[in-house]
Structures are given as C-alpha cells and as structure tokens.
C-alpha cells in the first residue's frame, strides 16, 4: 500500500497568473456559484483581530473564506491561498481578482505550508486556515468520482494530476489491506465483507467506476444496511478519498509547521467534517498546548459546532467541527 500512497519529495506548487475565468457553457459553475463556505462569520471572528494583516489559507479551495477576511481585515491585508485542486484555483483566481496582489493563488499541498510561505517571501502570518473535506462542487461533479450518486471515473483526486486513484486502490490492494483501509478511514464495520465482494468482482472485471463500486457493496452488506439511515457505500467512499489524498497523513504536521508560522498572537483555524479528522486536530492542538513549554493556548475547549440556522441553509454543514488556538510568545514556548 505504500508504495500507492507515498508522496512526492519534490512538493509539487507553482504560482499562478490573474486571469478571468470562462464560464460560459460550464455548467460546473452554478456548482460552485452555489458552494457555501461553512462557519464563515465564524471564522472571520476568530481571526481577523486589529492586529491582524497577514493570512493563510491552507484549503481555499472555492474563495469564499478567503474572500471574507480580505474584506474584513482592511486593505492592507494580504493572503496567501493554496490548493491542489486547479478547477478549485481557477474559479478563485476569479472571484479574488478585484484584490490584486493581496490575493496570492498557489497550486500546492498545505503540508508544505512553510516552503510555500518563504517562496513568496512571507516569513510569518497572523491567521491561518485549513477547511478539509470535500467541497459542494467537487462532490457534484461526477467526473471526479467523489459521490456515489451519480456515476463517474474512480478517481478521488484532489489534485487530478498526480497520484493514484481510488480506482487503482480497489483494483490493486490485497484483500487485507483494502479490508483495513475501508475500516480505519471509513470506519466500516462490514470492511472484510466490502473488501471480500471487491476482490471477487474484480477478478471478473476491474472496477472502473462509482456505481459499479456501488452496487459490489450494496450487494455484500445486509439487506438492513443498504436501507438505513447513511448510505451503505458512504463509509467506504470516504475512506477511499482519504486514502487517496492522505487527507489523515499530512493533517498533523501540517497544524504544526502553521503553528511555527504564526506571530505570536496569531491565530489557527481548523473545520473537519469526520470523527477521525476532529480527533487529530484535538489531539495536536492538546499537544502544543502541554506544559512546560507551551505553543499555543486552545480557545475553544469544546468544538464549535453550526447553529441550526446555518444547517437548514448547508445540509453539508451538519457534520463541522471547528477547532481554534493561538500562539503563545515563542520566548513563552522555549
């Protein structure tokens, strides 16, 4: 399994020019157009202080929350916004433009957080953001094969341009190990029965699509489980984008290198939208937080979860957590 999932040394960002985005015929924009961004006042609160100036963005992902505290934090204020998905910077290039050059664009892996950072000379930041998961419109289009409703390539891919697919994941894993992954990450508890039907379907044919996944786990749960109240193929879909993206690999020491790049006062926001993410982001935050010698202060000692309001309006918004710290003097933290 390693040998699908390792990731390249090199860490792969480059920089892109401001241009206006074509949208005329792409039907993907209502798509994005009708992305809405969670906890977006939220966020906007925590971390734009009087102080505040200089941010980082580590999923900006379709603009929205980097959009806000441009407005918010003045016209002095300058981000710095990363993601792997190119359709993703496309449209942000778009809808940032009107800030010039306090809107640095960068393709890149937020894991790479601090060499992105001195590569546009930028030593320190006041904020930092990640928003994980999956976006509205990367789940609505189906040519990116996150969703099993509607059917599409296996593929999984944040970033489409490298890296295995979910597809060579359930065509290549031995049995035990796609039983593992489906139950760690997707937390699964029928992963042998899935990943058994897997193997069995694939000998036959391989498995190049999301309905044909779909219908090979359908068929190896019990006839209760295909009809409860989370679909029956979501767990293993999860699991196989997290997989794919080494969504829980970089989690960790991407908090920790932001961390080291936050002035002191600065502040860390991080939203999850599963269990396993939440878990990390709690655990690291605690660690950084542990005496004798300090980095942050946890402001929120319980995550803070949407208001009901926000939920009716973004359904996606049920499962969010958001977690925030702020950095300690670092002659504090020696």
């Not at 966020?43 to 959009?67: C, M, P, R």
């Not at 699964?188 to 069995?200: G, K, P």
């Not at 980095?295 to 958001?322: F, G, I, W, Y």
């Amino acid at each position: 399994m390693n040998l699908l999932l390792t990731r390249s040394s090199t860490g792969v960002y480059s920089a892109f020019k401001w241009g206006k985005v074509d949208t005329s015929g792409d039907d993907k924009i209502s798509s994005r157009s009708r992305h809405v961004s969670v906890f977006l006042d939220e966020i906007t609160a925590w971390l734009v202080t009087d102080k505040a100036k200089t941010f980082f963005d580590g999923t900006v992902g379709y603009g929205g929350h980097s959009e806000q505290l441009l407005e918010k934090a003045g016209d002095k204020a300058v981000l710095v916004g990363i993601d792997r998905d190119e359709e993703a910077l496309a449209y942000s290039r778009a809808r940032l433009a009107r800030f010039g050059n306090r809107a640095i664009l960068l393709k890149g892996d937020f894991v790479d957080v601090k060499q992105l950072l001195r590569n546009v000379d930028i030593p320190e930041v006041d904020g930092a953001l990640f928003d994980l998961g999956v976006s509205s419109p990367q789940l609505d289009d189906s040519n990116r094969g996150f969703s099993f409703q509607e059917d599409g390539p296996l593929d999984m891919r944040m970033d489409q341009s490298t890296g295995a697919t979910a597809g060579q994941l359930v065509n290549a894993l031995p049995e035990s190990e796609l039983a593992d992954l489906i139950f760690q990450y997707g937390e699964e508890r029928f992963s042998r029965r899935i990943a058994r039907a897997i193997v069995r379907a694939r000998e036959q044919k391989a498995l190049a699509s999301t309905q044909e996944l779909t219908t090979v786990i359908k068929e190896s749960v019990p006839a209760a489980y295909r009809h409860g109240r989370i679909h029956c193929a979501t767990r293993t879909f999860q699991a196989l984008r997290i997989a794919v993206n080494r969504e829980l690999d970089v989690l960790e020491p991407a908090i920790r290198d932001a961390v080291d790049m936050l002035r002191p006062g600065g502040r860390i926001a991080v939203i999850s939208f599963h269990s396993l993410e939440d878990r990390i982001v709690k655990h690291t935050f605690r660690a950084l937080a542990e005496r004798p010698h300090p980095q942050v202060a946890v402001l929120t000692k319980r995550p803070q979860v949407p208001s009901d309001a926000e939920c009716q309006a973004n359904p996606r918004a049920r499962s969010a957590k958001l977690r925030v710290a702020e950095r300690l003097s670092k002659e504090y933290a020696q």
